[in-house]
T-cell receptor, first 109, second 117 residues
Framework: SQQGEEDPQALSIQEGENATMNCSYK?????LQWYRQNSGRGLVHLIL?????REKHSGRLRVTLDTSKKSSSLLITASRAADTASYFC?????????FGDGTTLTVKP | GAVVSQHPSWVICKSGTSVKIECRSL??????MFWYRQFPKQSLMLMAT?????????EQGVEKDKFLINHASLTLSTLTVTSAHPEDSSFYIC?????????????FGPGTRLTVT
């Protein structure tokens, strides 16, 4: 079974609102990465957070990692229509990534 | 950041033929690369681990005789889909591990879309 599970499966918000996606996993990890994927396209790397880190920021993105709860969250602030995509978390163990099922985000203009 | 390329970006082939997909790490040497497959509206699933100079390790349910992996150099791994069938149509993505990174960071290629007719 997949290491990572994400919720919600789908999220629809208005432009300007914040979007939060969560990822839970089962075993110890070296790092956790978040990716975006537009329909029919490749992966776009968003943020990598290492197991000894708790929070990272990149522009409008904020990622948290709670290793005690084995969970991570991705917050997109002030969302834009262009943020519409699928978002995946991937847990990394010795270089091998295991992907969650993804969250489909729709941002309505 | 590190760059991984894939070739081709997309390929259409006839049922029964074989297709080779290349994965290259452009600015670092990768002893380990991974191959993933993604069906429409699904997540990425790991197919196999490609190790330079040794045999690939396949995940459960992946046929090693159908998906041939060769990691002949520290910057190149190839995936050959042999006797392709329409059900092999998928998005194939590789990744390479940067051994110089502090936490086994891996970098993904842009993917190859395979359509078998």
């Amino acid at each position: 079974s997949q290491q990572g599970e994400e919720d919600p499966q789908a999220l629809s918000i208005q432009e300007g609102e914040n979007a939060t996606m969560n990822c839970s996993y089962k075993t110890s990890i070296n790092n956790l990465q978040w990716y975006r994927q537009n329909s029919g396209r490749g992966l776009v790397h968003l943020i990598l957070i290492r197991s000894n880190e708790r929070e990272k920021h990149s522009g409008r993105l904020r990622v948290t990692l709670d290793t005690s709860k084995k969970s991570s969250s991705l917050l997109i602030t002030a969302s834009r229509a262009a943020d519409t995509a699928s978002y995946f978390c991937a847990t990394g163990i010795a270089g091998k990534s295991t992907f969650g099922d993804g969250t489909t985000l729709t941002v309505k203009p | 950041g590190a760059v991984v390329s894939q070739h081709p970006s997309w390929v259409i082939c006839k049922s029964g033929t074989s297709v080779k997909i290349e994965c290259r790490s452009l600015d670092f040497q990768a002893t380990t690369m991974f191959w993933y497959r993604q069906f429409p509206k699904q997540s990425l699933m790991l197919m196999a681990t490609s190790n330079e100079g040794s045999k690939a390790t396949y995940e459960q349910g992946v046929e090693k005789d159908k998906f041939l992996i060769n990691h002949a150099s520290l910057t190149l791994s190839t995936l050959t889909v042999t006797s392709a069938h329409p059900e092999d149509s998928s998005f194939y993505i590789c990744s390479a591990v940067d051994p110089g990174g502090p936490s086994y960071e891996q970098y993904f290629g842009p993917g190859t879309r395979l359509t078998v007719t």
